[in-house]
């Protein structure tokens, strides 16, 4: 069973940088789109960026130009590369996994059956 885990959260000040990073054991890492989803306070969760297997990226609009998210099969990990940091970037950022993921759905949830326990992200002066 494939079990993500995410690292790289922390306090940065408003137009800084963090990248976030999402490693895996069990299962085959090659064959997983891999996505970032995020929860603030008090809001529902909501999706923030996709990998495929064939490494196709997808971003919420929210964050397109701002972050980047990448995969290194070999290290079993994903990363979430975070610049241009605002407040309203605040929440738990959340990775998630699975192998029969369809384009349609992949900002979705429910596409998702493996998710880490989140990292906290804050961005504040």
């Known amino acids: 069973q494939v079990r993500p885990v995410e690292s790289g959260g922390g306090l940065v000040q408003p137009g800084g940088s963090l990248r976030l990073s999402c490693s895996f054991s069990g299962g085959t890492f090659s064959r997983y789109t891999v996505a970032w989803f995020r929860q603030a306070t008090g809001k529902d969760r909501e999706f923030v960026a996709a990998?495929?297997?064939?490494?196709?990226?997808y971003y919420a609009d929210s964050v397109k130009g701002r972050f980047t998210i990448s995969r290194v099969n070999a290290e079993n990990t994903v990363y979430l590369q975070m610049n241009s940091l605002s407040p309203e970037d605040t929440a738990v950022y959340y990775c998630a996994a699975d192998s029969q993921v369809i384009l349609s759905s992949i900002r979705y949830q429910a596409s998702y059956d493996y998710w880490g326990q989140g990292t906290q992200v804050t961005v504040s002066s």
């Open positions: 990998i495929r297997y064939s490494s196709h990226t």
